[in-house]
């Protein structure tokens, strides 16, 4: 047999021990019904409670014990398992022996076990506590005295109820014993020392079970202030079980005895599955939402419990029986109903956040993204608002930019498993969208996309707005430095040529009566002079704009161009389809110097020997393709000045320019020039 199967197989014996006694327990107090034990004798009429609540914790007790077969706490919650129903059993077979079916054997045993042995129920709790979750002491030495001592304490008052006699009991507590209990056996273990010796060790016992309790606490405290993470999960779930507790006990004082006892064996229940969860680790972060609700749905089932008891209290003490029962109608029905109904949907808020009001989370949002101008800013308040609505520890939004940069915002900080969503924007997927949930439903899911599609629109709405104000400074720059460049090459080169071109002319007219040839050849300098000049001025303006495209236009400009590189080795080809006149002037430009680079392109590198260009207007765009046979553009060839200069002039247009090598063979340059909006920035129909 393993070390791990002895304590499994021990748990399944004690289980089906446990049940039976349950089991017995149920039968006793059926066949026990109707039968009237003496207050005095201080016996419940059910054991089935403390029996199944002994069930209750026995069970995953056994499951502990199969897993972690040495954890402490395992062995702890089984052994109470166990007692809880022995006492339970206990307290049945006494009603059945003493007061049912009176000499039957073992009532003296049952009784005892029941009254005196039962105080040892005391010691199962702050143990529990103080060696929650890891199942040992605090590694602390001071606080490690302190847990023993508490241990010490808690043990005191069962100790005394064990081993104090039964007339010692019965005197400090001023009840005397029912004749039928008082001929009972009931100190087979006890001490029989005086009642002056046994009254101060009582006094001390029942003085420290209330300190007892308040050291464990304290203990938990300590422990949670120092723990990690994962460690304040698994005692929030402790937390969660013992404000459950606290709602079953008061409501407990409120209804009738039979609620009452059904509501201890559930909070025994909730509360060993609470430690299974705690240890075992499992669905350990769901607390972070359970505890909360359990806290606000406890006070508002308190308040309508309250509140029930205070409307018929009242009517029943003005009116009769009958007309108090339709007065407390009437107020449910008019006031008191809907003001529930106010109550319960304002704990779900607070609970679950404004997912249950999709409306409300958009406008939050709508409003916090018009505050925010900058896209980050927007981001975080996407991750605010979705952080508020559904209650998250932590989320993360991460978003692409569009030249390339991903900007990353935090909200919260991140605690338990992580669920990532995408973020699309267009059918894109631009980013993605982290939160520290698991559990979120399709409804959640569909209303989360709604938000994210809102900000990612706003996010990129504001991108584009950044990216126009940059666009706009680009051109003003780029315009003051062509206006710059002009200047210079004006100033610094035909202002220069054209004083020279005046100072021989000036000379010439000097020299043209005394010297007649030196004028004639100065004059010849001169002209030459201005030949450079007009040559200068021609390259300015061709660099503003080809001449070309004024005088011949787009399609004869391109075909003047095919015509320059046209050869007995090259032979190049130009088709235009329709709408090509009165193309915005940039257009125009961009696709005349795309179409002329293409060429040189192809007459240095391709060894080509045909070239096609194509020009159509389609889709509000100009399409420029040129394709040539040549060989190609090999994989580990960078581009260069001119490839990048394509790419660079379409982009200013808003446009794009592709370059590619067909599965055919040869170079495919292709370039769309958008047309609307150029026609739209230059008033062009």
């Known amino acids: 047999m393993t070390e791990k199967g002895t304590p499994a197989r021990l748990a399944g014996v004690l289980v089906g021990f446990v049940a039976v006694l349950a089991a017995g327990a ?20 059910y054991g089935w409670p403390s029996a199944l609540s002994g069930l209750a914790q026995i069970v995953p007790g056994a499951l ?20 809880w129903a022995l006492n339970g059993f206990a307290s049945a077979w006494s009603v059945y022996a003493i007061y049912v079916s009176p000499g039957a054997p073992g009532a003296s045993a049952a009784y005892w076990f029941y009254q005196r042995f039962g105080a040892t129920l005391l010691i199962g709790l702050p143990l529990l506590i ?46 005397p014993l029912p004749p039928e209990i008082a001929r009972l056996a009931l100190d087979p273990v006890s001490i029989p020392l005086p009642y002056d010796a046994w009254l101060p060790i009582m006094q001390v016992a029942y003085a420290a079970m209330p300190v007892s309790l308040v050291v464990p606490f304290a203990v938990l405290v300590r422990r949670y202030r120092a723990a990690g993470p994962e460690r304040r999960a698994q005692i929030r779930w402790l937390t969660w079980a013992a404000l459950l507790d606290m709602f079953v006990l008061l409501l407990a004082r409120l209804l009738p005895g039979g609620f009452g006892v059904v509501m201890l064996w559930a909070a025994v229940t909730l509360t060993s599955f609470a430690v299974l969860v705690a240890v075992t680790k499992y669905w350990l972060y769901d607390i972070d939402r359970l505890l909360p609700a359990t806290f606000l749905y406890g006070v508002l089932a308190a308040l309508v419990v309250v509140i029930d008891v205070a409307v018929f209290t009242v ?12 007065v407390a109608v009437a107020v449910v029905a008019v006031a008191y109903a809907p003001l529930r109904e106010r109550l319960w949907r304002a704990a779900r808020r607070l609970v679950r956040g404004k997912r249950d009001d999709p409306y ?41 930019r569009p030249g390339g940069a991903r900007s990353v915002v935090e909200h919260g900080s991140p605690r338990g498993p992580a669920v990532s969503l995408p973020v699309s924007y267009r059918e894109e997927a ?29 996010a990129r709405a504001s991108e584009l707005s950044a990216d126009l104000q940059r666009i706009r400074a680009r051109l003003v720059t780029t315009r003051e430095e062509e206006r710059r460049r002009l200047r210079r090459d004006l100033h610094d ?21 005394a010297a007649p040839a030196d004028s004639d050849r100065l004059l010849e300098q001169a002209a030459a002079d201005v030949g450079v000049v007009l040559a200068d001025v021609r390259r300015l303006v061709h660099d503003l704009r080809p001449p070309a495209l004024d005088e011949l236009g787009l399609v004869r400009a391109v075909q003047q161009q095919a015509d320059r590189v046209r050869s007995g080795r090259l032979h190049v080809a130009v088709s235009a389809g329709e709408a090509l006149e009165g193309l915005p002037a940039a257009v125009e430009v961009a696709a005349y110097r795309i179409v002329s680079e293409a060429l040189a392109n192809v007459v240095k590198h391709a060894g080509a020997a045909r070239c096609d260009v194509e020009l159509t207007v389609a889709d509000g765009a100009l399409t420029v393709q040129v394709r040539d046979d040549g060989s190609g553009i090999g994989p580990d060839v960078a581009a260069g000045v001119g490839m990048l200069s394509l790419r660079e002039r379409a982009a200013e247009l808003g446009g794009d320019c592709q370059v590619s090598c067909p599965p055919g063979g040869g170079t495919l340059v292709r370039a769309r020039l958008p047309l609307e909006q150029m026609m739209e920035a230059t008033g062009v129909r």
């Not at 009517?315 to 339709?326: N, T, Y």
């Not at 896209?375 to 978003?399: C, G, H, K, N, S």
């Not at 005046?502 to 009566?513: D, G, H, S, Y």
């Open 430 to 458: 631009v980013g993605r969208l982290v939160l520290c949930r698991a559990d979120l439903t399709e409804r959640d899911q569909r209303l989360l996309g709604d938000l994210v599609r809102q900000a990612a629109a706003a």
């Open 315 to 326: 009517a029943g003490s003005v009116l009769g029986e009958r007309d108090s029962a339709l």
């Open 26 to 45: 149920v039968a006793l107090d059926v066949h026990n019904a109707g039968a009237v034990a003496a207050p005095a004798s201080a016996l419940d009429w």
């Open 64 to 83: 502990l014990l199969r897993r972690l077969p040495r954890h402490p706490v395992a062995w702890v919650l089984t052994a109470s398992g166990v007692q």
């Open 360 to 400: 409300a989370m958009v406008s939050t949002l709508a409003q916090r993204l018009e505050l925010a101008t900058h896209p980050d800013a927007q981001l975080m308040a996407l991750a605010r608002t979705v952080t508020e609505a559904f209650r998250l520890p932590y989320v993360r939004v991460e978003i692409e």
């Open 493 to 513: 080169g035909l202002g220069p040529s054209l004083g020279a071109v005046a100072l021989r002319i000036e000379t010439a007219r000097n020299l043209a009566a």
């Open 130 to 175: 103080l060696l929650f979750p890891d199942g040992r002491l605090p590694s602390a030495p001071a606080w490690r005295r302190l847990s023993i001592a508490g241990l010490a304490l808690a043990a005191l008052l069962p100790l005394v109820n064990v081993f104090a006699p039964t007339s010692t009991m019965a005197r400090y507590h001023a009840t």
